[in-house]
């Protein structure tokens, strides 16, 4: 549902996967070393050092530019942006301000309404990731904070979208699809914990914006947004204005809180980095050819492996998803639907719940899973406690068995065949349960399903509910007469 009169624009940070910084050949891959490891003169601004342009990382900038529908500037220059703040060691950070990468452009979401809307954005620029503080808040010792230059200089890309979102919930779409789209162009990877942070502006109409800034999880852009819209929609209510001003989201507490008033534009003083060259890159983003992207992905998963548009959008909205899709049905054309239906509205939820990555389970094993399902050897919800302890196992980094394996040891082959034993069960439950068996004659909805649950949980779930629910009338009828 859209709430009405919202306005929601983005400022998205992106860490560029590059093995090397923006301007010096220190290792991006610092994420398990100590702090102050991957630092040199240059991306800790000792004087006399020079940036020397990362020519893979523009690449990367320009890949993304052209799939987010952009202009790309002919002749764009870097700025330095003048700060101070313990995080940035030169006390500036070199960026693009007037003449940036690329301007214009969209990305299309699935609207509130349903149907595609397009998102336009502003621009997007190069520029490096200051460095990082971990604030100690001993209280004994007294609050203090240390410095990481680990994070100094690694290449980012920051996307500046229209305010053209009417919900907290088109902004998460929106990030979920740039996410799609920068891993698809394998330029970006989303596990990497802090790679993506986003700075929203948001207000009621006819009111004044608020930037809520630094909030680094895909989650925490919704919690922020639902936040701020409870916020000033109060204020509003009780007659008070809503502030222009910046406010911070704490992650944990789920809350904004203003602070202290920032810099204008005009105090940091941009000038031209006279260190670096104007890009000149016309002739070379001709030359950039693009992979399938999402979009296109998912008209193919519907067309090639005929998936409900539902389906092929959950599956296409992750790259490790879509292939993972991929990998499981490639033996076996019959396994396209059962496959579909399985990933999207099963395995996704189970492995959400154990915090797993699908990258944890092996397409052969679903495969397996799959083909024990498609061919009867046991009911869906066998299906689930297989998968569940194929999951658990995993997880736990214990020895995994076979889906058939698991079947065996836990005795979940389907029970049909042994038909003497489910008529026997059968007549069990027909004794056991004499009212709903009168409901059933009595033609009241919700008998027949009672009956069924009872027998399935006889044959703990391994019997068909359909096979058990033609028995059982049958039984019945027999009864009857
Ligand atoms: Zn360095
Ligand atoms: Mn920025």
Partial sequence: MTETGIIVGLEVHCQ???????????STDYRDDGPNTHVCPVCLGLP????????????????VAKALNCTVIHESEFSRKNYFYPDLDKAYQITQ??????????????????????????????????????????????????VDYNRAGIPLIEIVSEP??????EARKFLNKLRATLEYLSVFDSEKEGSLRVDANISIVGSERVEVKNISSYKGVEKALNFEVTRQKN???????????????????????????????????????????????????????????????????VAQYTCSLNHARTLTGELRLANFFERVVAPDAALYTPAATWIADTLIGELNYRGMSIDTLDPGSFTSLLVLLATGTITDKS?????RVMLDQRRDAQPCETP????????????????????????????????AVEDYHAGKNGAMNFLVGCAMKKTRGRSDPKELNREIAQALTNTEA
């Fill in 16 to 26: 560029l996967d590059t093995k090397s910084k923006l301007f010096c050949g220190c």
């Fill in 48 to 63: 006399g050092t020079m940036p020397v342009i990362n020519k893979r990382a523009i690449e990367y900038a320009m890949r």
């Fill in 97 to 146: 301000y007037d003449k940036p990468l690329a301007l214009g452009g969209y990305l299309e979401i699935e609207s509130d309404e349903g149907g595609e809307k397009r998102v336009q954005l502003t621009r997007i620029h190069v520029e490096e990731d200051p460095g990082r503080l971990v604030h100690m808040g001993n209280p004994e010792r007294g609050k203090y904070s240390l």
């Fill in 164 to 169: 053209d979102m009417r919900s907290a919930k």
């Fill in 235 to 301: 204020l509003i209510r009780r007659g008070l204005k809503v502030e222009r001003e910046t406010r911070h989201f704490l992650e944990g507490r789920g809350i904004t809180q203003s602070s202290r008033s920032k810099e204008q534009e005009h105090d940091y003083r941009y000038f031209p980095e006279p260190d670096l060259r104007p890009l000149h890159v016309q002739s070379w983003v001709k030359d950039i050819i693009l992979p399938e992207l999402p979009d296109a992905r998912r008209e193919r998963f």
């Fill in 383 to 387: 299906g689930i406690e297989v998968l």
């Fill in 404 to 435: 058939d394996a698991i079947v065996t040891r836990l005795n979940l082959k389907k029970t049909s065949g042994d038909s003497s034993a489910l008529a026997a069960i059968i007549q069990e439950v027909i004794a056991e349960n004499p009212k």
